[in-house]
């Protein structure tokens, strides 16, 4: 398996502007977590899914993220508008069994907001 | 407050030494602790798995969990430049909230 993949690695938009963040989870796997990072909040989880059911969604920020994941192999994650505040790196990971199995993560996507 | 509280760093130590790096909870529930390292530009990866309380040794890593302390130690023997990367302590509660919640994450530099 090529592991979990993400698009695009790297995203440079204008504040106002619709970003969408695509990842494929591992085949198999039933968790998948999005989560962004930034030097001053660290690794934050946005939102994570239970195969392809939204569990938790109490780390989104605002009702400007939504995601989703329609199927097993794909997932998405949306932000509109997008604000300079938005700028850090999403990850995107996923595991058989939830938080008591490892987590696999993608390379991530490097947003910027100009 | 945060869940898990990890000190962010830098640190900054020469090769061959022995590295500390910890974190502390506030949630009673967490019961799978985990350390993840992350090399620059790159997703976190899984370095060291416990369940419950105890130590678990891998190679020149050791892991410690304290559940009545809320605290978790990763301690790194003879440490090498290879070893320079950020690492995030990470837990789960292991039931169906099975959410992994990450430590900020420390940067460990070793000086060769």
């Known amino acids: 398996d090529a592991g979990v993949i993400q698009s695009p690695r790297h995203e440079v938009t204008e504040m106002g502007q619709e970003v969408t963040l695509r990842c494929k989870p591992i085949?198999?796997?039933?968790?998948l977590f999005w989560y962004r990072q930034t030097m001053m909040r660290g690794l934050e989880l946005l939102i994570y899914f239970n195969n392809n059911v939204p569990i938790d969604d109490s780390g989104m920020p605002e009702d400007r993220f939504s995601a989703k994941m329609p199927n097993a192999s794909f997932s998405t994650l949306k932000i509109q508008p997008s604000e300079p505040r938005d700028s850090a790196v999403y990850f995107c990971a996923s595991s058989w069994g939830g938080g008591r199995t490892e987590a696999f993560f993608g390379q991530g996507t490097r947003l910027t907001v100009v | 407050q945060k869940e898990v509280e990890q000190d962010p760093g830098p640190l900054s130590v020469p090769e061959g030494a022995i590295v500390s790096l910890n974190c502390t909870y506030s949630n009673s529930a967490f019961q799978y602790f985990m350390w993840y390292r992350q090399y620059s530009r790159k997703g976190p990866e899984l370095l060291m798995y416990t369940y419950s309380s105890g130590n678990k040794e891998d190679g020149r890593f050791t892991a410690q969990v304290d559940k009545s302390s809320k605290y978790i130690s990763l301690f790194i023997r003879d440490s090498q430049p290879s070893d320079s990367a950020t690492y995030l302590c990470a837990m789960s509660a292991g039931s169906s909230a099975s959410k992994i919640i990450f430590g900020s994450g420390t940067r460990l530099s070793i000086r060769p």
């Open positions: 085949s198999g796997h039933d968790y």
